[in-house]
């Protein structure tokens, strides 16, 4: 019987991560979550396993008093989802005009602060003897865009998106193998798109390369969380997990 986990959720107030944590907390398990924006749905406060701290984690402090804090909230903190996702003032445009300070804000405060995030709770880990890491990449971190999905000059896919997210795997993988027979479990989670209120022409073209539904909800992830948070999932690890709706095949 899977017992009740204490997890910390960066970017816990986000679209994949609201879902994410009132799933869990549904579920029996505590959660933290560190976003620097406030939870939307306020009814989550009432419930006790809901614990917040507002953090900027693109600086090593914050990273530093968001484990700390977790530690003395929990004693033992069992897993970490890192689904934080801070952007750079003109996240988004083409590789055309992709200006180098933005390029480098961009990889610094997203791949960047993901390395720096899990050399630190991997120490908390270590000091455990168990832990469980699950970090977030993207289809586009494996796959090339279809480019042709995307409405001219309505919106793009990010170069340096693709290099954060293909950076996550290989990074996933390096961390696998570096803390093997340590107790510990490092993963990956590869969704395809969200919904987010996309352009219609672009939601059309993606749908067409998916089995069934095209885009998912942000919850149609919750299960896969569950599983690999999980006993059910003991010997897993190393792995980039994709959940797409088949469009990557």
Partial sequence: MNKTKNIIITGGHGRIGSALTEFLISNGHNVLVSDIKPAKNKTIFKNGNYNFIKLDLTKEKNIKKLIKFGKKKFKIIDGLIHLSYPKSKNWGVDLSILKQTDLNQGLINNLGA??????????????QKKGNLILFSSIYGVFTPRFSDYPKGKIYSPAEYAVMKSGTISFVKYLAKKYQKKGIRINCI?????????????????????????????????????????????????????????WSL
């Fill in 114 to 127: 993901t390395i720096i995030l899990s050399k630190n709770i991997l120490k908390t880990f270590q000091q």
């Fill in 190 to 246: 590869s969704p395809g798109g969200i919904k987010d209120g996309q352009n219609t022409k672009f939601i059309k073209n993606y749908e067409k390369n998916c089995n069934s539904k095209g885009l998912l909800d942000a919850a149609d992830l919750n299960g896969l969380v569950k599983f690999l948070i999980s006993e059910d999932s003991l010997y897993i690890n190393g792995q980039n997990i994709i959940i797409d709706d088949g």
